[in-house]
């Protein structure tokens, strides 16, 4: 949608032009007005922010924010786990496990592409649930699966032809990527994840604070 020009808003609020380009000024520092040379600019719609905190959780991130979640799956597949995904689930190679590939939306556009692979204790629960249907969390909960604690790695990547095809993007196209393991209380890995978002739909908060009164201390490392 484009912004009015300055000499409507100037009419309609009965100021004078300076008011009005500081007002548009910080309206572009915001990154709530883009374009505009030589032409009105853009009205850029908000940006879903994502904290750090419910990553895991699209489903009740999105409710949360008001927005309308969705799904499509494109993959529900018990196979043995290559070499790299045993790793990274910490189990022998070869071992059974459930992955399961999404395509999640925000009001019916397609925000990102999830790729969740599971322990087949926690895979063979799932198999009874149809991922079309909604929150995978929600389900493992109700289930009495026991998800304890969770890791994120972000960083940036291209699309891949995967990606691409899925999220109707062009194969390159920047997507941020965040990196998953879940593990349960007393340390196992149940989940590795992968999920790639669109950019202009989601962004990321991040809130750290200081606990060098009770010896804790936090980290942040860029990858």
Do not use: K
């Not at 309609?12 to 600019?41: K, N």
């Not at 991130?61 to 790793?87: F, I, M, V």
């Not at 349960?184 to 739909?201: F, K, M, N, Q, T």
Request: hydrophobic share 40%.
């Amino acid at each position: 949608m484009r912004a009015p020009s300055e000499a409507e808003l100037c009419a309609e609020f009965g100021v004078s032009r300076g008011p009005v380009r500081q007002a548009m000024a910080s309206l572009r520092t915001d990154g709530l007005l883009v374009g505009g040379q030589g032409s009105r600019p853009l009205v850029r719609r908000n940006v879903p922010e994502h904290s750090a905190t419910v990553l895991g959780s699209f489903t009740a991130w999105a409710d949360g924010q008001g927005h309308r979640p969705g799904q499509r799956t494109l993959l529900q597949s018990r196979h043995p786990a290559d070499a790299e995904l045993a790793g990274r689930l910490d189990i022998a190679a070869g071992e059974p496990v459930l992955t399961i590939v999404r395509v999640r939306t925000l009001d019916d556009e397609p925000a990102l592409i999830e790729r969740m692979s599971f322990v087949w204790e926690v895979g063979q629960t799932l198999m009874e649930f149809d991922p079309d249907s909604g929150s995978i969390n929600r389900f493992m909960i109700d289930h009495g699966v026991d998800l304890y604690s969770s890791d994120h790695l972000l960083d940036a990547v291209a699309a891949g032809p995967e990606d691409a095809d899925a999220l109707g993007v062009d194969e390159g196209s920047p997507l941020l990527r965040v990196r998953r393991r879940t593990q349960d209380s007393v340390g196992r890995i149940i989940e590795s994840a992968e999920d790639r978002y669109l950019p202009g739909h989601c962004s990321i908060s991040i809130t750290n604070r200081l606990t060098a009164a009770s010896g804790r201390q936090g980290t942040m490392r860029l990858a």
